[in-house]
């Protein structure tokens, strides 16, 4: 049974508890021999098996970004430049990628797409337009958010 085992790691950071898989099935053990899911761990770290860290959940990324952080972080990534990252956020011009990018959107969405990107004074992650605008420009727009976040 334990060469079935698999994917085994410290499931906290205190490693109190244990997570392993067998078979199809998902086991969350407590650290403590008088379970005997973890004697089955026990025998499978005897056999050469090694539990992984802990490893902390990736952090999310932001809901929301300020237009300043949108603008900047899309001519850090190249996808604008800085000229045309400041002439969006001093006056609302939509720089050409984006204007490209809103023209192969479906008609209905155009116009929504040039309000929000002109005017728009935040810039939310769970907005159609974002994803939208996000695909035809092919940027990963949770990175993209996560990266804006810090600037």
């Known amino acids: 049974m334990i060469d ?8 906290d950071e205190l490693q109190t508890t ?9 086991y969350y053990v407590p650290d403590s021999m008088g379970d005997r899911h973890r004697r ?4 499978w770290e005897a056999a050469g098996g090694v ?5 902390a959940p990736p952090t999310p990324p932001p809901a929301q970004i300020s237009r300043r952080q949108f603008f900047q972080q899309a ?4 996808y604008i430049t800085e000229a045309e990252a400041l002439d969006a956020v001093r006056s609302g011009a939509i720089p050409p990628a984006l204007q490209a990018a ?6 209905g969405d155009r116009f929504a797409a040039e309000m929000l990107i002109s005017g728009a004074q935040s ?26 976040a810090e600037l």
């Open 123 to 148: 810039f939310d992650l769970a907005h159609p337009l974002t994803t939208a605008i996000g695909a035809q420009l092919g940027v990963d727009v949770a990175a993209f958010f996560t990266a804006a």
């Open 4 to 11: 079935k085992i698999r994917d085994v790691f410290w499931a």
């Open 102 to 107: 809103v023209t192969l959107l479906p008609a």
């Open 40 to 43: 089955l761990i026990a025998e």
């Open 51 to 55: 539990i992984a860290p802990y490893q």
């Open 75 to 78: 001519a850090v990534s190249g």
């Open 18 to 26: 244990i997570m392993f898989k067998l078979g199809g099935d998902e």
